[in-house]
């Protein structure tokens, strides 16, 4: 089985339940429904005593026909079983259309927490997460939770069925009684050598089908860059081979689960061929009569059926555990960020303070150090101590790999910190409740992720309660709205998924549109322009300065004009500051920020741009005949 299971590793948060874990576990999602369960066990009783009432009438039938045959009792017994049989369809009917209802609920519940849980959960988790195996949990797995309750719920009836069985059996032979009940432990030894190996097989094969969903939904994510580079087949052949190995998994499982039917069908029918020889002799002495032989024979069916079904419940019920255990794990994921506290946060002037914070993405400790000596090359910020005032912005400069971007990223507390503090007017903002604190921070990411919906709708998603002219307010004070025009039909225009339905820059003036409808005391932009037209990059300047009036801004510059517009600078190289101040300052220095100046600001400079186009008249002869 080992080529199979290739590939197939748990996850970090992934954890090993005790079935009686998991069980209590699933009892309490059904605790608030146990009068509508209470009614379903009531029916499942009914229906249980219905079914076995067939059987015995039968064999009544049976005796009165050898004795005294009449056309009267026959009828009676034919109503009584049929009686029984309509009976047996109501309590059913019953049972099916409650627990549907309940389990629908307690399913609906379930998918509410584990969604809850997981979007509380920091960046980090989704960078060491696929989405795509995330989304089998909340989906495919939770479904499968479900099949835990119908299993319960059948097993009661098989339950009640045998015992109820069992005890009319005893009145009438209990020497075949007892034979018949002797047999039991059989099924039992069977379905419990079952049990391990069904359990290990379905979460196996419910981790393949994670990593199918987890690659379709990259394939699909990146289909234009796969396309750019004529890489379809290499996505289709990856595709083929997990879908080999769960088609192998599916195999593999469905030969474990489907084999206790036919060990117990070999065991069923040693159990009716020793009661045939034993009922046969009771018979032939005059101790079990006709009638009664005859319920004897079919109660090998409905005593071993409902054996069966007990019986390789416990692989079948593994399948539902190993869903909710894999469910469970990720709801109990323990979070990366922890607050101390959760002090309400009503409204913040913006002075934001790094002391001594230190900042790694990774976590673990390298192989053959101690513990807690971390690889230095994992530290992103070793060190880093920053004072912004209220209403100041701060430009962050420096080349890839600095620390812009894990500054704003610790600001608005999406990755946790190892050491330090990090203070908002003075407060840590460990101890701030999260969602009011965010509520005071306005983020506009390299990239701006648009919703599937109207451009009203997406500018709207900056405050919930948001009325209509506010938020066409907002949008006409992005650079005069002269961008609206652009749009096919204005602010109704439909984005689509992931905002393709717009350009790159209209995708950031509705970015800015949303957080100046948000109004925000903290500012932050990872700004890129540099992929934009200029006349588009003109009007996103010009929401920029909107923006970030009278407001804290940190800004991860990119393009000079925002640079030369920060009251401040601060220039960094491997986590820490080593330059801060003005434009004119830090060039006036000579140091590290006018390298990067020559380097990325220069040829964006005015004077650049009229030095070249004068270089370029000088240096092209004029045409013949001028």
């Excluded at 910190?417 to 009011?436: A, E, S, T, Y």
Aim: charged content about 20%; aromatic content about 10%; overall charge negative.
């Amino acid at each position: 089985m080992g080529f199979i299971l290739d590939g197939l590793d748990t996850e970090s948060y992934d954890r090993t339940y005790s079935d009686w874990e998991l069980v209590r576990r699933i009892i309490s999602y059904f605790w608030p429904h146990a009068r509508q369960m209470i009614l379903v066990a009531g029916m499942i009783a009914l229906n249980s005593i219905a079914g076995t009432g067939g059987p015995i009438l039968i064999s009544k039938a049976i005796d009165y026909v050898a004795t005294d045959p009449t056309t009267r009792m026959m009828l009676w017994m034919v109503t009584g079983v049929l009686s029984l049989g309509v009976m047996a369809w109501v309590f059913n009917y019953v049972r099916q259309l409650y627990s549907a209802r309940v389990i629908g609920d307690v399913v609906l519940k379930l998918r509410q927490d584990v969604f809850e849980a997981t979007i509380g959960h920091d960046l980090s988790f989704y960078d060491e997460h696929p989405s795509g195996k995330i989304v089998s949990r909340i989906t495919s797995d939770t479904k499968g939770f479900s099949t835990v309750v119908t299993l319960v719920l059948d097993l009661m009836s098989q339950v009640l069925l045998v015992v109820i069985l069992a005890m009319w059996l005893f009145t009438i032979n209990i020497q075949l009684t007892l034979l018949l009940i002797g047999m039991s432990p059989l099924a039992a030894i069977i379905a419990l050598n079952f049990r391990r190996v069904a359990r290990k097989v379905t979460q196996q094969s419910r981790r393949v089908t994670a990593k199918i969903n987890a690659q379709i939904q990259e394939s699909i994510s990146g289909i234009v860059v796969a396309k750019s580079f004529r890489q379809e087949r290499a996505i289709y052949s990856t595709f083929h081979k997990n879908n080999l190995r769960a088609y192998r998994m599916g195999l593999q499982r469905g030969m474990t689960l489907n084999t206790i039917f036919p060990v117990m069908s070999t065991a069923s029918g040693l159990g009716i061929a020793i009661l045939v020889y034993a009922g046969g002799l009771a018979a032939r002495e005059g101790t079990v009569s006709p009638g009664d032989w005859y319920l004897f024979m079919q109660a090998v069916a409905f005593f071993w059926w409902p054996l069966m079904n007990i019986a390789s419940f416990w692989s079948q019920f593994q399948d539902g555990l190993s869903a909710a255990e894999r469910v469970f794990a990720l709801i109990d994921a323990e979070p990366r960020i922890v607050q101390t506290a959760s002090e309400p946060v009503e409204s913040l002037a913006g002075r934001v303070e790094f002391r001594r914070v230190t900042f790694s993405y990774e976590e673990e400790e390298e192989d053959g150090k101690p513990a807690g000596e971390k690889d230095s090359r994992l530290v992103v910020l070793p060190d880093f101590n920053l004072d912004i005032q209220p209403g100041e912005t701060v430009a962050l400069v420096g080349h890839t790999g600095a620390g812009k971007s894990s500054v704003a990223r610790l600001i608005t507390r999406f990755y946790e910190f190892q050491g330090g503090q990090i203070l908002v007017d003075g407060r840590d903002v460990r101890r701030m409740d999260l969602q009011q604190y965010r509520q005071q921070i306005g983020l506009v990411p390299q990239e701006p992720f648009l919703f599937s919906g109207s451009v009203k709708d997406n500018i709207g998603y900056g405050r919930n309660k948001a009325s209509e002219d506010e938020i066409c307010q907002a949008a006409r004070s992005i650079s005069h709205g002269d961008w609206i025009a652009d749009l096919s039909e204005g602010l109704d225009t439909d984005v689509r998924e992931r905002g393709g339905n717009l350009s790159m820059g209209q995708r950031q003036l509705v970015a800015l549109a949303r957080v100046l409808l948000k109004n925000p005391p903290i500012f932050i932009l990872d700004e890129a322009t540099a992929s934009v037209d200029p006349f588009t990059e003109m009007q996103i300047q010009e929401g920029l300065e909107i923006i970030m009036r009278n407001r804290t801004a940190i800004v991860i510059a990119h393009r000079l004009s925002t640079v030369k517009h920060a009251d401040r600078i601060i220039v960094m190289c491997q986590g820490r500051i080593i330059e801060e101040g003005t434009h004119d300052d830090l060039m006036a220095q000579g140091g590290h920020y006018a390298e990067l100046y020559n380097a990325y600001f220069r040829h964006q400079s005015l004077e650049y741009v009229e030095h070249f186009v004068e270089a370029v008249s000088v240096s092209t002869p004029a045409p013949a005949g001028a």
